[in-house]
């Protein structure tokens, strides 16, 4: 197997890298300090075609599929993970349920507009009594005849704040799915939406996280997505891209920080030499290589396993979980080279040793992959 990239996806690749060290990396402090990524920046990835660049050019988008998707993100992680989740939440898991699972008319009417960056997506799945034990929602969807009465609400959405259209996970109340979960297309604009309390936080600061207060929300029965009472394997489907492209995120940032690390350390003189010739900064430095590496090989080849059609549920968890760990032990290491110029603002370091932390969290944690991992190496598959 030739593991390299097309002529396309290299141009991919080339043109989000040109846009980072242009566009994105002289903006991304600002974007943290701010909290918020500036709307210009925003078209800029629409017009690219950055915000539909997995999807098909019929729905919009640019037909690079989950490779091109990881392509793109790991750049952009190179430079601002707040935007990195900006996307991913946008397109990995925002929209991709609606092409996975929509009818031809759900995807004319929200994937199109989704992909060509007119409208933002998000995906409204957390509640205060669903975290890690996340398919239990306590939000109702109750039949109304020719709607849905939406009551509850939702935490810890990323893009909550400004978002057009929400990929929403919601209990059925009464008829032949009661308690079971369904998803819903909710528009922004519905009655009894809205937008609550927007959380700080320490890191992915730029990437604005709210809370969502659904009140006797009505919605369409057409905007029922996939079959009433299958939510659990609509979410499913869609964390596995989300946890890809969170994973390419994270490569991205930690080839950043090497780069950043072996740059720093050929400059530093301390003990009247390098700091890139004493063989404890050496071993960081090749440690730090070694697991960029492993993320690289195992991001790519699922990816491509994915593009092929196969499931990628056990591989997207490994994925999700070795290069959210690993990106943490790489930044952290990164930041010791540093030293107390690493603590300090004055350099990038800081502010990815923050975003960095929230991949263990999101999406996730660390001790859900495990358990995915496990559930499919006792029950599911081949070893």
Avoid at 168 to 176: A, H
Avoid at 360 to 383: C, N, P, W, Y
Wanted: charged share 25%.
């Amino acid at each position: 197997m030739e593991w390299t990239f097309t002529e396309e996806q290299q141009m991919l690749k080339d043109m989000v890298k040109k846009f980072v060290d242009n566009e994105l990396r002289p903006v991304a402090a600002k974007i943290d300090e701010e909290k918020k990524i500036p709307k210009e920046l925003i078209a800029q990835m629409a017009e690219l075609g950055f915000l539909g660049i997995a999807f098909p050019p019929e729905y919009g988008g640019a037909g690079m599929g989950e490779t091109g998707y990881c392509i793109m993100q790991t750049e952009i992680g190179r430079a601002c993970a707040s935007t990195a989740t900006f996307i991913g939440a946008h397109q990995s898991i925002g929209s991709s349920g609606i092409y996975m699972f929509g009818t031809e008319e759900q995807k004319q009417k929200y994937l199109v507009p989704l992909a060509e960056g007119k409208k933002i997506g998000a995906y409204a799945l957390t509640e205060t009594s669903a975290g890690s034990d996340a398919y239990k929602p306590q939000t109702t969807a109750e039949d109304k005849g020719d709607h849905y009465l939406v009551n509850g609400g939702k935490i810890f959405i990323t893009n909550g704040s400004f978002a057009d259209i929400f990929t929403t996970f919601v209990k059925m109340v009464g008829g032949p799915n009661d308690g079971k979960m369904s998803v819903l297309i909710v528009e922004k604009d519905y009655e009894g939406f809205k937008v609550g309390k927007i959380e700080e936080k320490m890191g992915i600061r730029g990437s604005e996280t709210s809370e969502l207060i659904f009140e006797d929300m009505k919605v369409p029965k057409e905007n029922l997505l996939g079959r009433e009472g299958r939510g659990l394997l609509v979410g499913m489907k869609v964390l596995n891209t989300g946890r890809l492209g969170l994973g390419a995120a994270a490569l991205g940032a930690a080839q950043e920080s090497l780069k950043l690390s072996t740059a720093y350390a050929k400059e530093r003189v301390q003990f009247g030499k390098k700091l890139s010739q004493h063989q404890g900064i050496q071993w960081m430095l090749a440690n730090m290589s070694m697991e960029i590496f492993n993320m690289e090989s195992i991001l790519y080849r699922t990816a491509w396993m994915y593009d092929q059609g196969q499931n990628v549920t056990r591989e997207s968890s490994i994925v999700k979980l070795y290069c959210s760990e690993a990106l943490d032990r790489i930044v952290d290491d990164a930041l010791q080279i540093f030293g107390g110029y690493g603590f300090t603002c004055e350099f990038p370091i800081e502010r990815m040793y923050r975003d960095s932390r929230i991949n263990r969290i999101f999406e996730g944690t660390s001790e859900i992959q495990k358990m995915i991992i496990a559930r499919d190496v006792l029950h599911a598959r081949d070893l």
